[in-house]
């Protein structure tokens, strides 16, 4: 305990916690050994401390920082939703669509593809090798809006091709639901109960 400065181990300040009374003099201010919540120790100098304009480590500071700045929703990521939009803008695609629409799709369809595979989200930071899911159109001419989008393995959107999203859809359910006695036709019309039914858990 210093007695002079009545200040004890294990005394927070923010994320911070002294971790000993060993101190340092930096340009004649004493800097107090603190430990972050994260688990990085450094000398911090006690006036920042007691004034309260240090109160995490700097990796923690920038964390907390990306995070207010981020403009994303659950795991669709700022970064991500905002390549999208440019991909539809470049392409001339009409986009009416909010980032909390597309989650409920997400969520709607269980994070599943329609060849009932579980696709991925990396959330925030944006990774896009740990990503799996790609947001499409059902119909291309009506573009980016709620009743038009669903998302599909990564995979699936490269098979494209020549093929509107719907053919595709309907080749790739008939070929994985050929032993089922569902039409897949009906299926099709009513997605509702295409993945209420067929989504396995």
Known sequence: MNNKLNLEIGTKF???KIVSNRTKKISNITNWT????????????????MNGSSTQCEFCSKK?????????????SGDMWSQIKRKAEKKGIF???RIEE?????????????TNQKIYLSG?????DKTTAVLVLSK????????????????????????????LIMMVSSIYHSNCESNIVDLWESSDEWWNEKTID
């Not at 925030?124 to 896009?128: I, N, Q, V």
């Not at 009743?147 to 053919?167: C, E, L, P």
């Open 14 to 16: 923010g994320k911070w």
């Open 124 to 128: 925030y930071p944006y990774d896009k």
């Open 140 to 167: 291309p001419e009506d573009g980016f809006i709620k009743d038009n989008i669903m998302w599909v393995d990564t995979n699936i959107a490269k098979m494209k091709g020549d093929f509107t999203y719907g053919s």
């Open 64 to 76: 907390e920082s990306g995070k207010k700045r981020r403009k994303g929703h659950k795991l669709i």
């Open 34 to 49: 603190c430990k972050c919540e994260c688990g990085h120790e450094q000398f911090v100098p006690l006036n920042n401390l």
């Open 95 to 97: 986009f009416d669509l």
């Open 102 to 114: 597309a989650w409920e799709q997400y969520v709607h369809q269980n994070g599943r593809c329609i």
